[in-house]
C-alpha cells in the first residue's frame, strides 16, 4: 500500500472556499469558519486548561513578566507534598505495599479560575488553592488496589482534563486500572450523571477480561496519560502491559464518550477488525490476536476543525513480527480522527510493520506556519527514531515530500521485514540516526580503538536496521542507535505560535535487544526480546561521541534548524573518567531530555547538573543559557506557567523524600506592565 495515500473522507472536508472558508457538515448541520482563526495560540489570558497549555500541544503561555533578567530572582512561592505520602499502603494491601512506589509524579497541573487540579503518581487528584496550594479537596480512585500498575514503570499519571458549560464544570481523568472518571470540579464528588459515576475502559475490548490478569499481575487495560476533550466528547486512549509473553494481546483502541451521560458514542479501531480499512495489512488474518497498537502518550486535538490527532504505539511484540506479517495499520502511525463520530480523516504510517520499540512518542504539535508565502495550518510529530514529520492537520498532506527508501533486510527466521520506510525530506533528523564508525567516541585515539573493538561484537548499520539474534561465536546481537527510549519521547516539543519555531529535546544514545526464546510453557513467541541492555562502551564511557542531549529548534516555515544545543555542560559518568584526565572536553549534553515551557520571553525546561537538578531559561533565538535556579528534588514532569493578580507563577513537579512536590515559583515583586 502506498503510505501517501491519505484517504480523506469527503463527508468531513466538504468543501474550501475561495474565501478561505472551511466547511464540514455532521448529522445535516452544516458548520463553517475561517480558516485564519485555527490558530494554536497556548495560554493567552493567564490560565492553564489543557495538559500542555492548549488542545494544540503548544506549551507555550504568552505571559512576559518573568525573563531573563529576573529568572534568577524566583523563589519558592508555595509547595505542595504529594497526598499518596499520607495513604497507609500496607494496612491497606499488606505484603503487596511493598510493590508499590509513588515516587514518579509526572503529572502536569491545570489551573482554571484560581484552581489548580492535580493527579498524583497513585492517581488521587487533588484541588488546590493557586495562590496558597491549599487542599480544597481530593478523590481517590484507589487505582492502587490490585497492587501493580499497568506500566512496566510503575505507578505513575501525566494529567488531566477540564470540562465546562454554563452550569458545570468536571475534571476527566482515567486511572492506571482502567476506569473512568468525571468529577465535579467544585467538591471532587464523581458524577453519576456520567455513568453512574466510573466507567470500566475494559467493556468490549477483545481479551480483556479483568479476571484475567496477564503474566506480570498487572491490570488488563489502563492509562497513565490525560485524557482530551472536544467540545462535548471525550476522548480516551488506552495501553496495556507492553511486556507481553503471548502474542494475544487487548488492542488498544481508541474511544470517544459523551462527556455528559458517559455514553459510549465511537471505538476507532487502531488495529482495524475484519472487513475494515486497513485490517488487509495484517496478513494471515494476524489482526484477530495482535494487541496494543494503540495511544499511551498525549493526544492532540484541532478544535475548530474538530479532529483529535492519534499518535500511535507499536503492536505486540516490540522486536518481533513473524506472527504478524504485513505493514500492520494503524499501529506507529499519527492518526486523524474526526471526534463526533470517530471516523477516520486521514492517516499516516512512520513506520512499517515496527521492529524496533519506535512507538510515537508525543502529542501532535499543531502549528500554524508559512511556507513560501502559503499559510498552512500543520501539526509536527517528533519521534522516537529523530524524525519531526509535518503535515497538513486537515488533509494529511506532507508539507515537505515524505520518501519511501530502503532499508535492512531482517535475519531472524520467520520475519518479513518491510522492504521501505517513510523519510522526511525536512525538516532534518534532531539526533543521531543509525550508526557508522565516525559516531563513536574519539576522545583518544586509544578510546576510539576500544570502540571499534567493540563494535565488532555487534550487528549495525544505518536507521532501521533490525535485531538480530546472538550466537556462541560472541554476536552479541544489533546496536539501534536512536534507542528505544528514543531521540524523543513523552516530553515532547514545545511551540512558539509567534514566530513558528519548535523546540525539541533529543537525546543521543544506544542500546542493544537481547533477542532469544522462551520456553514453550511460558511464551507463544518464535523470538522475543529478553532483555534491554546498554552498549558498553571504551573504559566505562559512552559508545557515541556527545552531546548525550540536545535541544533542537526548528524554524517551521523553512523546515530547516534555527539553532541545536548540547543540554547542560557537565556528565559525571565522563568528567570523573581517568581515560579523559587533562582533555578538553566539548559539551556533553548530560542534562537529560525534559519537557519544555514556552513563554512569551523564554525557553524553560529542567536539567540535571553536577551541582544537582535546576530550572533553566534559554534565549529562544539562539538557545544560549541565560539564567538557573536550584530545584528541590529531580524533575519528574513537564512545567507550566499561570498568572494570578498580575503575577506569573511556573509551576514543575519534583521527586524527593519523602515524598513527591509540586513547586510553584514567582518573583518577589510585581512588574503589571510585563505580565
Known amino acids: 500500500m502506498n503510505n501517501l495515500q491519505h484517504n480523506r473522507h469527503q463527508a468531513s472536508l466538504e468543501r474550501i472556499s475561495s474565501a478561505g472558508v472551511f466547511s464540514r457538515v455532521i448529522g445535516g448541520l452544516f458548520f463553517s469558519t475561517s480558516l485564519m482563526a485555527f490558530a494554536q495560540s497556548g495560554n493567552s489570558d493567564g490560565e492553564w486548561t489543557s495538559y500542555a497549555a492548549d488542545a494544540g500541544s503548544t506549551k507555550y503561555t504568552s505571559l512576559g513578566q518573568i525573563d531573563g533578567d529576573n529568572f534568577e530572582q524566583l523563589e519558592v512561592a508555595w509547595r505542595w507534598t504529594s497526598i499518596d505520602s499520607y495513604l497507609d499502603l500496607e494496612a491497606i494491601l499488606g505484603d503487596g505495599a511493598e510493590d508499590i512506589s509513588f515516587g514518579r509524579l509526572q503529572a502536569t ?15 488521587q487528584v487533588a484541588a488546590l488553592d493557586a495562590f496558597t496550594g491549599e487542599l480544597l479537596w481530593a478523590f481517590d480512585p484507589q487505582a492502587y488496589l490490585s497492587g501493580h500498575s499497568i506500566s512496566p514503570l510503575g505507578y505513575h499519571h501525566r494529567g488531566v482534563a477540564y470540562w465546562s458549560d454554563e452550569e458545570k464544570a468536571r475534571i476527566l481523568f482515567a486511572t492506571n486500572d482502567g476506569y473512568l472518571f468525571s468529577l465535579d470540579s467544585d467538591t471532587g464528588e464523581p458524577d453519576t450523571a456520567f455513568a453512574g459515576g466510573r466507567i470500566d475502559m475494559t467493556d468490549g475490548i477483545p481479551r480483556a477480561d479483568r479476571d484475567v490478569l496477564d503474566y506480570s499481575g498487572a491490570v488488563p487495560l489502563g492509562t497513565v496519560s490525560p485524557v482530551i476533550v472536544v467540545d462535548d466528547v471525550l476522548v480516551v486512549n488506552q495501553i496495556t502491559s507492553n511486556r507481553p509473553h503471548y502474542k494475544e494481546r487487548p488492542p488498544t483502541w481508541v474511544r470517544g464518550y459523551n462527556i455528559r451521560t458517559g455514553e459510549l458514542i465511537w471505538t476507532f479501531h487502531t488495529i482495524p477488525q475484519g472487513g475494515e480499512f486497513g485490517a488487509d495489512t495484517w496478513q494471515e488474518e494476524s489482526w484477530r490476536y495482535t494487541g496494543n497498537g494503540g495511544v499511551w502518550t498525549q493526544m492532540s486535538a484541532d478544535l475548530e476543525l474538530g479532529y483529535v490527532y ?3 504505539e507499536a503492536p505486540t511484540n516490540d522486536y518481533y513480527g513473524g506472527h504478524r506479517p504485513g505493514d500492520n495499520l494503524f499501529t506507529q502511525s499519527v492518526v486523524a480522527v474526526d471526534a463526533v463520530t470517530g471516523e477516520r480523516v486521514w492517516h499516516f504510517q512512520m513506520i512499517h510493520h515496527g521492529l524496533w520499540d519506535y512507538d510515537t512518542p508525543a502529542a501532535p504539535n499543531l502549528i500554524d506556519i508559512n511556507v513560501g508565502g502559503r499559510e498552512i495550518r500543520a501539526l509536527a510529530q517528533v519521534t522516537k527514531q529523530g524524525f519531526t514529520y509535518v503535515f497538513d492537520r486537515a488533509t494529511g498532506v506532507p508539507v515537505w515530500p515524505i520518501i519511501e527508501r530502503p532499508v535492512p533486510r531482517g535475519t531472524i527466521p520467520g520475519e518479513r521485514t518491510s522492504l521501505t520506510q517513510p523519510f522526511p525530506t525536512k525538516p532534518p533528523a534532531f539526533v543521531v540516526q543509525g550508526l557508522t564508525e565516525d559516531d563513536l567516541v574519539d576522545f ?30 560472541g554476536h552479541l546481537g544489533t546496536i539501534f542507535v536512536p534507542s528505544a527510549g528514543g531521540g524523543a519521547n513523552w516530553p515532547g516539543a514545545g511551540v512558539d505560535p509567534e514566530n513558528n519555531i519548535l523546540f525539541v529535546p533529543g537525546s543521543n544514545g544506544a542500546f542493544s535487544p537481547f533477542m532469544g526464546t522462551l520456553p514453550e510453557s511460558e511464551s507463544n513467541f518464535r523470538f522475543y526480546r529478553l532483555q534491554n541492555r546498554g552498549v558498553r562502551g571504551p573504559q566505562g564511557l559512552p559508545l557515541l561521541k556527545p552531546p548525550y542531549s540536545t535541544i533542537t529548534a526548528y524554524d517551521m516555515n523553512r523546515g530547516e534548524i534555527l539553532w541545536q544545543v548540547a543540554n547542560g555542560d557537565g556528565m559525571a559518568q565522563v568528567e ?8 578538553d572536553l566539548p559539551p556533553l549534553g548530560g542534562g537529560g531530555r525534559h519537557p519544555m515551557l514556552v513563554t512569551s520571553t523564554l525557553l524553560i525546561h529542567a536539567q540535571n547538573t553536577s551541582d544537582g537538578p535546576k530550572l533553566i531559561a534559554r534565549d529562544k533565538a539562539t538557545g544560549n543559557e541565560l539564567a538557573a535556579i536550584d530545584l528541590p528534588g529531580n524533575p519528574s514532569a513537564a512545567p507550566m506557567s499561570f498568572s494570578l493578580e498580575s503575577k506569573q507563577y511556573i509551576a514543575i513537579a519534583v521527586s524527593g523524600q519523602p515524598a513527591p512536590e509540586l513547586i510553584v515559583y514567582a518573583l518577589p515583586y510585581i512588574k503589571e506592565d510585563k505580565l
Do not use: H
Not at 576510539?448 to 550466537?471: C, N
Not at 573518567?577 to 582533555?583: D, E, K, L, R, Y
Open 109 to 123: 497541573p491545570l489551573m482554571i479560575d484560581g484552581v489548580l487540579y492535580m493527579i498524583t503518581a497513585l492517581n
Open 310 to 312: 492519534l499518535p500511535t
Open 444 to 473: 583518544t585515539p586509544e578510546l576510539r580503538a576500544e570502540a571499534l573493538e567493540i563494535l565488532e561484537d555487534y550487528t549495525y548499520g544505518p536507521l532501521y536496521t533490525p535485531a538480530s539474534l546472538p550466537d556462541n561465536d
Open 576 to 583: 570523573n573518567n581517568p581515560a579523559v584526565a587533562g582533555i
